[in-house]
């Protein structure tokens, strides 16, 4: 079990790498054309409305009742029984999409008046920045639909996960950051704003992603017919479970959402840096804690549903074993060399325009969300031992409590500080989440840290804290900031690989091997 986890996690990180890869090339390409100012805002705006909603059903509430119950059908019914479900969850999730989609493009100015209160307000009142509601009631049109062919690949992502085809799932969001990068590029010069060749990257990535995910299910004969079953057993079951997942999993995204609605009342760039802030501790998170929780999740369900409950326990160790591993080094590492990360992604074209220094506000961003990143990556593991049980209603009450928690922060902290405060909000109401999740896990006798686990989390703090002060030592004694982008890249490479040679060396030295890492019943509990 063990090995087999490792192996299907390191394919799901590698094909998550080599998106967000390509997403930090697209974050740079929009940052050249856009900068940081009133149309980045704007266009992300656009943008992170669907892709909230998004990750808030599809690949949030939707994926985590959806995948348990799909892997107990398999479990004990077989293929034929799971292909009947397939087609009616399709059919029923597409319609109420499609609903949905249309409602939100033809009702965006509201949505954009309801989640950019700030440039609504302007807009009532005749101010300066008025065509920002303007323009961000226009890219929703384009964007909205992103929702309705995205949710379906999520729908397609998890079936084919659950039948361990998990390279096309992970390879497919390759094909988003492609379409917006070829859109930005040849068809900027098309529209009066270059935000419109985004907003229609971002609308043909995602009929994209669903045509390229249907051969794989017709592989696995999985490809059928949709068909509308609201009262479905199965189906009735995925919607119970549903409902209060909507604020489990997803309570992150829900948090950023809300840091929107109130970056778009402080000064201008707010909603920007926040973005780019997120999209570097995206990187990690995605790369580790969403490649582990992707793998773990059909795995805990398979478990369970076969009632091997000790098997189910070392899995979950192990999946916070590893997260741990990757987690804390990108947390130290991140905060000491944002600052050049920032400088080569994005500090180019329009970005580097202007008064304010969007590399040091970007960073001191980097650093605020870097303070949750483990926790961020902890719920990802954590939350499957909820949802793998078909229990939905403990992450649910934990969420609202982190909601309103969050809300709190961002009112004491935001006025001060702007949108660091937002970060830190966030970060903090992530740490009590990941904390609340494992704390019910233990009260339920599901799981507890191992005294290995422990010690292994040590060692790692250790070796990260030893890595982290090298590079730290290294960039300060370089006048990098003059040095040409080539330069700058070799430096970042550099220091990159150091890292990880230092980081893995010191874990060496402390005893952790290979084998440590790959075998999940590797200690008792």
């Keep these: ?119 609504f307000i302007d807009w009532w009142q005749g101010g300066e920045n008025a065509g920002q509601f303007e323009l961000a009631s226009s890219l929703l049109k384009i964007t909205f639909p992103y929702l309705f062919f995205v949710s379906l690949v999520a729908l397609s992502g998890a079936i084919l ?71 479905s057993p199965e189906v009735t079951k995925v919607r119970k479970l549903m409902i209060p997942a909507l604020f489990g999993v997803s309570v992150s995204q829900i948090n950023l959402l809300l840091d929107t609605v109130i970056a778009s009342l402080l000064e201008k760039g707010s909603i920007a840096w926040l973005y780019y802030s997120d999209r570097l501790i995206e990187f990690p998170l995605g790369l580790f804690g969403i490649g582990i929780a992707t793998v773990i999740l059909p795995a805990l369900s398979k478990l369970h549903a076969t009632a091997k409950l000790e098997d189910f326990q070392h899995t979950l160790d192990w999946g916070v074993r ?77 969420g609202i409590k982190m909601l309103v928690l969050n809300m709190v922060f961002n009112l004491l902290l935001a006025p001060f500080i702007g949108y660091l405060g937002l970060a830190l909000a966030t970060s903090i109401s992530a740490t009590c989440n990941a904390w609340l999740l494992y704390l019910n896990l233990k009260q339920q006798n599901v799981y507890c840290l191992s005294r290995f686990t422990l010690v292994f989390t040590l060692k790692c703090i250790i070796a990260s804290v030893i890595m982290a002060g090298g590079i730290y030592y290294l960039v300060s004694q370089f006048d990098w900031v003059s040095w040409s982008l080539l330069e700058q890249v070799g430096l970042l490479s550099g220091l990159l690989a150091l890292a990880g040679v230092v980081y893995f060396s010191v874990l060496f030295m402390c005893g952790i091997r290979l084998s440590t890492i790959k075998e999940v019943a590797n200690s008792a509990l």
Excluded at 188 to 198: E, G, H, K, N, V
Aim: aromatic fraction near 10%; include cysteine; charged fraction near 10%.
């Design 322 to 398: 590893f997260v741990l591993l990757l987690g804390i080094p990108a947390m130290l590492g991140l905060s000491v060399i944002s600052p050049l990360i920032i400088t080569v992604l994005f500090d180019h074209g329009a970005f580097s325009e202007g008064d304010v220094d969007n590399v040091r506000a970007v960073s001191l961003g980097v650093m605020a969300y870097s303070a949750g990143l483990v926790s961020f990556m902890l719920i990802k593991v954590l939350a499957p031992g909820f949802y793998s049980r078909q229990d939905t209603k403990t992450p649910v009450k934990i």
């Design 1 to 119: 079990m063990g090995k087999g986890l490792f192996r299907s996690g390191m394919i799901v990180s590698a094909m998550t790498m080599i998106s967000r890869v390509l997403g930090l090339v697209r974050d740079s390409v929009v940052a050249n054309i856009l900068g940081a100012g009133a149309a980045a805002d704007v266009f992300l705006f656009a943008n992170r409305i669907p892709n909230f909603l998004r990750r808030l059903f599809a690949e949030g509430a939707f994926a985590q009742a959806f995948v348990p119950v799909l892997a107990e059908i398999k479990e004990q019914h077989g293929d034929d029984k799971v292909r009947l479900f397939v087609a009616q969850a399709a059919g029923t999730l597409g319609t109420i999409l499609l609903v949905v989609t249309l409602l939100g493009v033809i009702g965006s100015p509201i949505v954009a008046a309801l989640f950019g209160t700030g440039w």
């Design 161 to 231: 996960n659950v039948y361990n085809r998990f390279s096309a799932a992970a390879f497919t969001p390759v094909l988003l950051n492609i379409s917006i990068i070829l859109c930005a590029l040849f068809l900027q010069d098309a529209f009066s704003t270059s935000a419109y060749a985004l907003a229609w990257g971002v609308f043909i990535g995602g009929v994209v992603q669903l045509l390229f995910q249907l051969p794989f299910l017709a592989r696995i004969g999985m490809l059928k017919l949709p068909v509308f079953a609201w009262h």
